[in-house]
C-alpha cells in the first residue's frame, strides 16, 4: 500500500514538472511573438500570484499564465522588505571579476592592494572625474581602470586622445 501511494505521488510530481516546462515554453513563444525583435532568453514561474518572469535582455518582466497580460516593474516581498525584481536583475548581470580584460586596464596599486576594484571611467564624464577625487582617499586597494569612453553623451569621446591614467592616483603601479 506504502508503495502504491509513494508512485503515486511521483507521478503526480513528473507530470506537474513536465506540466509546468511546458508552460514556460508556451509562455516563452507567446511572449517573442509579441516582441519579434527581442530575444526571450528564459521563462520561469514564480511561486506567487501565478505569474511567470520573463527576461530579455536585461529587462524583467512579469507575464500571467497566458502571456496576455505583462507587468512591467518591480515586485516587492513585504514580508522581508526586498524588492524581489532588483535582485533578480542585479543576479542576471553580475559580471565575475575574473572575466573582466583586466590585463587591458590601468593598474594602481595603493598601500598593500589586498582589495580589489575594476573602475569603468570615461575621462570626459564630470561624475567619474567626481569618482576618481573620492578614490584617492581609499586606501589598501588594487585598482583596475577601464576606460569606456561613451560615445552617446560625449560624440567625440572614442577618437580624442586618452589619459594615461596617472591623473586618478598617481604613478601607474604602486600609487601610495
Known sequence: MCIKSLLKILTLSVLLAQAAVADEAAIKQRVQASFPGGEVQSVTKLPYAGLYEVVMGEKVFYADENAEHFFIGGIFETKTQRNLTEERVQ????????SLPLDSAIKIVKGNGKR?????????????????????KVTD??????????????????ASPRPSGAHLTGPRHGAS
Do not use: G, N, R, S
Open 91 to 98: 543576479k542576471l548581470t553580475a559580471v565575475k571579476f575574473d
Open 141 to 158: 586597494v588594487t585598482i583596475y581602470v577601464l576606460l569606456y569612453p561613451i560615445a552617446e553623451l560625449h560624440p567625440d569621446a572614442p
Open 116 to 136: 580589489k576594484m575594476a573602475v569603468f571611467t570615461d575621462p570626459d564624464c564630470p561624475y567619474c572625474k567626481k569618482l576618481e577625487q573620492d578614490l584617492t
